[in-house]
């Protein structure tokens, strides 16, 4: 049987074109990357192509751009650096953000001594925003907003504009966790100033262990990781070459056919939300529907008596989503994104992510799964 993945929020399956790509520098390209030699030239430039992409589709200089493992090392290094090199002494954040924020900013509350700020969220996962003009106008502080482009759970977007526009007012630092929607959305750091964001390869169809971070050349911090002078002395240690590459060739195919998968993944969304509106009495999907990241659907599904096994049943169905619940249930964790917008805990709520490998046929294989699963009748 096989599969059917629904959980691209969580990770994506490579791209085979990426994978030719990781490859070919496998192959061809072994030499390290500080080497004056020629073998080391070549994997230098190839670096410096690749940073030039990420640069490009920011509208960033390419010295703004730095490679790194992942989203979570962008993210600390956004926020401990800020606290340690520019003076921040306190940061405002949300507290539905991802574990890579929220545990960071614990660390930097015990051993920093710098004050936390957590926005009141309502029950669609938006933060207010009048609440944050008003920490930003009340204040003497050195300030930075810290907050999720896209919820990684409910899919509500951030009015990213705006927090921006804000933040450039009142002379506050912003810093985005951007993992979810890089290469998803269209980003330009000219027009919506931004002093940090945060990329992962592995949400795009690139590679595990590889991301980047954008700094803005304004905000001068020193090393995150101590060591050689790699990363024009920013980040030390050899680069991870085959997959600095293979991020580039994923951001690349993503940017160059981000509205036709655009289009088609919204598709896929709005098809299943139909399907679902239909055949299950009761269900409602959390998160904000009109602002929305495109590639996530949260569905909260209504009490019954299969609710408690319903991801694992779909598992053993051969069909991949994630899940979360505002208490523990089992194996699975609590989630403190549901428990902050109050989602009833009688009830279920699981996460499907698309992609554009996805089809209609997938969906229609996830519904007659349901069906099954919870003893319904089909539509």
Known sequence: MDRIYLDNAATTPLDPEV????????????????????????????????????ANYLNASIGEIFFTSCGTESNNMALKCSVR??????????????????????????????????????????????????????SGHKTMVSLMHANNELGTLL????????????????????????????????????????????KFHGPKGVGFIYIN??????PFIDGGGQERNMRAGTENVYGIRGLSKALTMAVDEMKERTAFIKGLRNY???????TIPGIKFLGDQENYLYTVLSCNFPKHPKNELLLLNLDLEGISASGGSACTS?????????????????????RFSFSHFNTTQHLDTLMEKLIKILDLVAA
């Not at 490859?23 to 990357?33: A, D, I, Q, R, S």
């Not at 050349?217 to 020193?222: A, E, G, K, M, P």
């Not at 299943?272 to 239909?278: D, F, N, P, S």
Request: aromatic share 6%; with cysteine; hydrophobic share 35%.
């Open 330 to 350: 089992g194996a699975e964790s609590a989630s403190h994104v549901l428990y902050e917008v109050q989602a009833d805990p009688t009830t279920k709520t699981i």
């Open 217 to 222: 050349s304004d905000n001068n911090i020193d």
């Open 272 to 278: 299943l939300k139909k399907q679902l509106i239909t």
């Open 159 to 202: 009015p990213f504009e705006k927090v921006s526009a804000m933040c450039l007012e009142h002379n506050a630092y912003f810093h985005s966790d951007t993992v979810q929607t890089v290469a998803h959305f269209p980003f330009d750091v000219q027009a919506t100033p931004i002093s940090f964001m945060s990329g992962s390869a592995h």
């Open 19 to 54: 994978i030719k790509e990781m490859t070919l520098w496998m192959k061809e390209y072994y030499g390290n990357p500080s080497s004056i030699h020629a073998e080391g030239r070549k994997v230098r430039a190839g670096i410096e192509e690749a940073r030039k992409q990420v």
């Open 85 to 138: 090199d520019l003076g921040v002494d306190r940061i405002i954040s949300s507290p539905i953000e991802h574990h890579c924020i929220l545990h960071t900013l614990d660390h930097l509350k015990k051993n920093s001594q710098v004050e936390i700020e957590m926005l009141n969220v309502n029950a669609q996962g938006q933060v207010d925003l009048t609440q944050l003009e008003e920490l930003l106008k009340n």
